[in-house]
């Protein structure tokens, strides 16, 4: 059984509040978090927008966003006491004269912490931030929560943590990731340092190299007009993927404090070694997903989805990066994420060497494999060499320890949201990222993105509903006799 702790009482108002985040995956979250008694019936939910919305319509739009993304059937008797909670006010938060006074009405003036969580574009965070503080709002426990990405590039990231940091104070700033909130993304510290087993063998001594894969088979859908702006690299890359290498990479922290945690991340960006154009047609490969089949449909073109033949965004990304430290010379990290995949599944494997002397002959397989296996089907393996059963010489098969989380813990699996919204109240910073991590992150990005304009690299096509992506991909790993991992290879 999963013990849930109840929080302190704090009241939490939602800018963007009747949005896709909010209906997707807060509403939800912050609905499961009660249901399992961890939020106290006296705090406060206020959803905030421009349209205007009664305090009913509202809570109809909660409870259709609930049973719709809760996965699960919503009670009436439950609902009635958590509907109670939530209230809806129309306003422009981005004008410091809008009617300030109307939502602090709202809100319960004690010491309970106020978070303002901005899911909203990240073009209005300063204004929004700067009319909170005008408005007297971000004084005492206030914090705020500010969602991916952060920006567009190293410059604006830089302006919105300077123009929310002359508000807020950096330890009331939670920039969330919501990789960091997944049960698996979590247990690779747990992993990496709660056994004694790993840690000798991390380094470029025993590991050949890494990989890292979010593979995702939706395509872009009604989020075209943004993603067309971020393409893979803004939307996956600067942050879901660079925060698993920095976990996968990072040294031990002292502790797991936020600070720890998030200072031995920070080195790990900074080690990473700048793409050159001299070399980024040879280690990177960019890509736009066609036409394909995916799960028996046919499905548009990243291009015939968009209705524009012009765009050279990338659906797809992926590179081999190398961590420039002692840890980890000569040991390429190999990423890619790309949309309109095969599947949807997200994994770190770790590639051990080969034994240094293949006793049991030349073909039979002799390294070690250890997946670490983020969604769906969460769990670890370790694949082992074996013997095959049976008389008639000795031959040799690499089998995996299997670690199925499902199997081992008969759990629903909390969403990212749901864990990261209670940290917010509990004032825990340790999965979000600090403004240097965001920042060093945009740098790396930034000049992947100019060697890629320098150099002029082609934007290949990819059929939907390849395992791989692009050809160019594989051959980014055949190119050092390597291939990606795939399940049953
Ligand atoms: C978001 C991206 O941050 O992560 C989306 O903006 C992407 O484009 C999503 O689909 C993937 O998250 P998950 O949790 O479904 O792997």
């Given at each position: 059984m999963a013990k849930f702790i109840p929080v302190d009482t704090f009241d939490l108002v939602i800018f963007g509040g009747t949005g896709d985040l909010s209906q997707r995956k807060l509403l939800p979250a912050l609905?499961?978090?009660?249901?399992?008694?961890?939020?106290?019936?006296d705090s406060r939910l206020v959803a905030a927008s421009?349209?205007?919305?009664?305090?009913?319509?509202?809570?109809?739009?909660?409870?259709?966003?609930?049973?719709?993304?809760?996965?699960?059937?919503?009670?009436?008797?439950?609902?009635?006491?958590?509907?109670?909670?939530?209230?809806?006010?129309?306003?422009?938060?981005?004008?410091?004269?809008?009617?300030?006074?109307?939502?602090?009405?709202?809100?319960v003036d004690d010491d309970r912490p106020t978070i303002f969580y901005l899911a909203v574009t990240p073009k209005i965070y300063v204004p929004i931030c700067e009319a909170l503080g005008k408005a007297g709002l971000s004084k005492g426990d206030a914090r705020v929560v500010l969602e991916k990405p952060i920006g567009t590039d190293l410059e604006s990231a830089r302006a919105i943590n300077a123009g929310v940091g002359a508000v807020f104070r950096e330890d009331h700033i939670y920039r969330i990731d919501h990789y960091l909130g997944k049960e698996t993304v979590q247990n690779l510290l747990v992993l990496r340092?709660?056994?004694?087993?790993?840690?000798?063998?991390?380094?470029?001594?025993?590991?050949?190299?890494?990989?890292?894969?979010?593979?995702?088979?939706?395509?872009?859908?009604?989020?075209?007009?943004?993603?067309?702006?971020?393409?893979?690299?803004?939307?996956?890359?600067?942050?879901?993927?660079?925060?698993?290498?920095?976990?996968i990479a990072m040294e031990p922290p002292n502790s797991v404090t936020a600070d720890e945690i998030r200072t031995e991340k920070i080195k790990v960006l900074n080690a990473l070694r700048p793409v050159e154009a001299k070399c980024a047609a040879q280690e990177?490969?960019?890509?736009?997903?066609?036409?394909?089949?995916?799960?028996?449909?046919?499905?548009?073109?990243?291009?015939?989805?968009?209705?524009?033949q012009d765009s050279k965004t990338e659906t797809f990304?992926?590179?081999?990066?190398?961590?420039?430290?002692?840890?980890?010379?000569?040991?390429?990290?190999?990423?890619?994420?790309?949309?309109?995949?095969?599947?949807?599944?997200?994994?770190?494997?770790v590639q051990f060497r080969e034994a240094p002397h293949a006793m049991f002959g030349e073909e039979q397989a002799h390294s070690n494999r250890l997946i670490i296996r983020l969604q769906p089907d969460e769990g670890?393996?370790?694949y082992v060499q074996i013997k095959e059963p049976g008389p008639g010489g000795l031959r040799v098969q690499s089998l995996p320890l299997n670690l199925s989380y499902a199997e081992s813990f008969q759990l629903r699996y909390p969403d990212a949201y749901e864990r990261l919204l209670m940290d917010v109240v509990r004032g825990n910073l340790s999965l979000f990222m600090r403004?240097?991590?965001?920042?060093?992150?945009?740098?790396?990005v930034d000049g992947l993105l100019d060697a890629w304009q320098d150099a002029k690299v082609p934007v290949y096509t990819y059929s939907a509903g390849l395992e791989d992506g692009p050809v160019e991909a594989r051959m980014l790993l055949r190119q050092d006799e390597r291939d990606w991992w795939s399940n049953g290879k």
């Open positions: 609905y499961h978090r009660f249901l399992d008694g961890q939020i106290p019936e421009r349209s205007t919305m009664s305090n009913k319509a509202f809570r109809e739009f909660a409870l259709e966003a609930c049973k719709n993304f809760t996965g699960e059937t919503v009670e009436p008797e439950d609902w009635a006491k958590f509907e109670k909670m939530l209230s809806y006010i129309s306003m422009d938060a981005t004008d410091p004269d809008a009617d300030w006074d109307k939502l602090k009405a709202q809100l340092f709660g056994n004694t087993l790993f840690e000798p063998l991390w380094n470029r001594t025993a590991i050949d190299h890494i990989q890292i894969t979010v593979s995702e088979d939706v395509g872009v859908g009604d989020r075209a007009g943004y993603y067309d702006s971020a393409g893979a690299v803004r939307d996956m890359l600067q942050n879901h993927l660079l925060q698993l290498l920095c976990l990177t490969v960019r890509a736009q997903y066609g036409p394909g089949t995916v799960d028996g449909k046919q499905v548009k073109g990243y291009l015939e989805e968009l209705d524009n990304v992926a590179i081999k990066a190398w961590v420039d430290n002692w840890r980890w010379a000569r040991v390429p990290f190999y990423l890619r994420t790309g949309k309109r995949m095969r599947s949807r599944h997200s994994e770190i494997v670890v393996q370790l403004r240097e991590e965001v920042e060093e992150a945009w740098e790396w």
